[in-house]
Structure formats: structure tokens, C-alpha cells
């Protein structure tokens, strides 16, 4: 009979999209291919069947069958914080001789400091802090928008539509930078008075792009904004960093990284490091040790 050939599994799951990622048992890569949502909360199902798809797509392309390999998995999905559905997607989860997977920040803050203790704040539409310290692990934030994501692209634009309605109807001072966003958003073709109604999380963060580009003409307006926003940046590092985790060193991810690392609290910048990898990076680290056990 011949020998089956292990293979690790590689899986970044996530709200829009799935990768899935294949390498030797001695870390040659083979494949990556992109599928449909991952996020295991909203639809455990339908995750599962996403990924399911992928994998087996590429592994047929790769001419493997289930009679000739183990499958060692590791994955970071959107939505393993909420036990019910880590609980529903473990009984989906077949063909694997052992399967990992974590939250999509676990194993970001994984691949960030290559499988080492560190910290992590990914800023984007939300925020989420995560912070690994040996067998522990800590998370901040991320409990969505509008309750929480302070600092994120959609709290921003939270505020500055706020702000504009109050100016617009004079229950705060008028300034022209108040009328600026207001005559762009006009220029979308809608009533800026009500843009905001039934918006979407990513609707708020597409004015930051505006934001950044008013800051950068030196309004001081708009760079009151950011500094706002990397405000509770700083505020939300200095709370992760404490007790066991007050020495690790963190990285900052997200499309809007590089915008707030300038503006934050000297303290803060001064813990900061460049990230060393990624999500499956950190997924990879997690299939390694499943192999391993």
C-alpha cells in the first residue's frame, strides 16, 4: 500500500473571504486559493462549506485524494470568540487527523511575531487588540460597531457626520470644514443630512480616505479628528499592555496602521515593531503543531 503524505492546511477565515493555503509536512508551500465568507458566527454552516469547497478544489488540482493524504489543519476564523459556534464548526470539521483553529486575531498576533509572545491592535473599519503571553492570551475591543471599535475607520466617520449635523443645524458652532464634508457628500448624489440612515459599518469607514486627504492640506479640523481617534488607539494599547503583557513587544495591522502610528503617544510608539508576518502565517503555525502532536 502506498504511503499517504502529510500535508498541513493553512485557513484564513474571514467576513468577505477564505484563503486556504497548502504545504508539506516540511513546510514546501504547494497552493493557495482564495474562497467564499468564513466567519463561523454568522453562518457555522456555510463556513464550514466554504472552506470545504477550497480545500478540496485544491487538492485536486494538486492530484491528491483523500486516499493518499493526512490532513493536518490550522486556521484563524472571523467568529471563534462565541463558544456555540467553535462548538457547531469542531462537529463539521472532517477528513482532518487533527484540526486547530483560533479567532482571526489569535492567529494574527501569531504570525505577526512569528509564533512568539507579542501584541497586536488591528486598525481598519473596527479595532481589536490581542495579545499572546506563553499559554495565555488576551483581547480588547472588537466587539463591533457602533457599540464599541473606537478609533476605527467607522467610529471616524461616526464622528464626523455627528459633528456635521450639529454644525449644519447650528446646535454646535458652523465652521467651513463641517461644510466641506457636507458639500462632498452632496457631490455623491445624496442628502448629506441623510447619508447616514440605515449605513453600514463600511459606509462610515469610506470617509476616512476624505478625512486623510483634508488632514493633509493641514486642516486642523481634520487632523483633530485623527488625533482623536489615535487617542483611543493609545488608550486602548496602555490597557492591553499590562501585568503578564507588559513587556511584549506590538505590532500594528490594518489598513489604517500607518496612518495613526505617527499620532500616537510617544509610550506607545515606542513598544512598536514591525510585523514579521500575517494571519496565515499564524494559521501556519497552528497546522506545524497539529502535525506535531
Known amino acids: 500500500m502506498k504511503e499517504k503524505q502529510d500535508l498541513l492546511i493553512c485557513i484564513d477565515g474571514g467576513a468577505t473571504k477564505s484563503i486556504v493555503q497548502v504545504f508539506t509536512s516540511d513546510g514546501k508551500f504547494l497552493a493557495e486559493k482564495k474562497g467564499g465568507p468564513?466567519?463561523?458566527?454568522?453562518?457555522?454552516?456555510?463556513?464550514?462549506?466554504?472552506?470545504?469547497?477550497?480545500?478540496?478544489?485544491?487538492?485536486?488540482?494538486?492530484?491528491?485524494?483523500?486516499?493518499n493524504v493526512r490532513l493536518f489543519g490550522g486556521a484563524g476564523l472571523a467568529g471563534a470568540e462565541v463558544p456555540s459556534a467553535c462548538e457547531n464548526f469542531k462537529k463539521l470539521c472532517t477528513g482532518f487527523e487533527k484540526f486547530n483553529f483560533?479567532?482571526?486575531?489569535?492567529?494574527?498576533?501569531?504570525?505577526?511575531?512569528?509564533?512568539?509572545?507579542g501584541a497586536v491592535i488591528a486598525i481598519g473599519t473596527g479595532t481589536v487588540a490581542y495579545a499572546i503571553f506563553n499559554d495565555k492570551h488576551k483581547k480588547l475591543s472588537g466587539w463591533g460597531f457602533p457599540q464599541?471599535?473606537?478609533?476605527?475607520?467607522?467610529?471616524?466617520?461616526?464622528?464626523?457626520?455627528?459633528?456635521?449635523?450639529?454644525?449644519?443645524?447650528?446646535?454646535?458652532?458652523?465652521?467651513?470644514?463641517?461644510?466641506?464634508?457636507?458639500?462632498?457628500l452632496k457631490r455623491q448624489g445624496e442628502d448629506?443630512?441623510?447619508?447616514?440612515?440605515?449605513?453600514?459599518?463600511?459606509?462610515?469607514?469610506?470617509?476616512?480616505?476624505?478625512?486623510?486627504?483634508?488632514?493633509?492640506?493641514?486642516?486642523?479640523?481634520?487632523?483633530l479628528f485623527l488625533d482623536k481617534a489615535a487617542k483611543k488607539i493609545s488608550y486602548l494599547a496602555l490597557a492591553l499592555l499590562q501585568d503578564?503583557?507588559?513587556?511584549?513587544?506590538?505590532?500594528?495591522?490594518?489598513?489604517?496602521?500607518?496612518?495613526?502610528?505617527?499620532?500616537?503617544?510617544?509610550?506607545?510608539?515606542?513598544?512598536?515593531?514591525?510585523?514579521?508576518?500575517?494571519s496565515l502565517d499564524g494559521a501556519y503555525y497552528l497546522a506545524f503543531k497539529a502535525y506535531q502532536e
Open 102 to 117: 483560533e479567532t482571526d486575531a489569535h492567529t494574527s498576533c501569531l504570525g505577526a511575531h512569528k509564533g512568539k509572545n
Open 38 to 67: 468564513a466567519n463561523i458566527a454568522s453562518n457555522t454552516q456555510e463556513s464550514w462549506f466554504s472552506i470545504k469547497r477550497t480545500l478540496d478544489y485544491t487538492l485536486k488540482i494538486l492530484g491528491f485524494s483523500p486516499d
Open 244 to 278: 503578564e503583557y507588559a513587556d511584549l513587544p506590538l505590532c500594528l495591522l490594518g489598513g489604517l496602521a500607518n496612518i495613526f502610528l505617527p499620532r500616537l503617544s510617544p509610550i506607545v510608539r515606542e513598544r512598536i515593531i514591525p510585523a514579521q508576518g500575517q
Open 192 to 223: 448629506p443630512m441623510l447619508w447616514a440612515v440605515k449605513a453600514e459599518p463600511k459606509k462610515f469607514g469610506s470617509l476616512v480616505p476624505w478625512l486623510i486627504e483634508q488632514a493633509k492640506t493641514g486642516c486642523p479640523d481634520a487632523n
Open 148 to 184: 464599541d471599535d473606537q478609533g476605527g475607520g467607522a467610529w471616524i466617520g461616526l464622528q464626523l457626520i455627528s459633528d456635521m449635523l450639529q454644525r449644519i443645524e447650528s446646535r454646535k458652532l458652523k465652521n467651513s470644514f463641517s461644510q466641506k464634508l457636507y458639500e462632498y
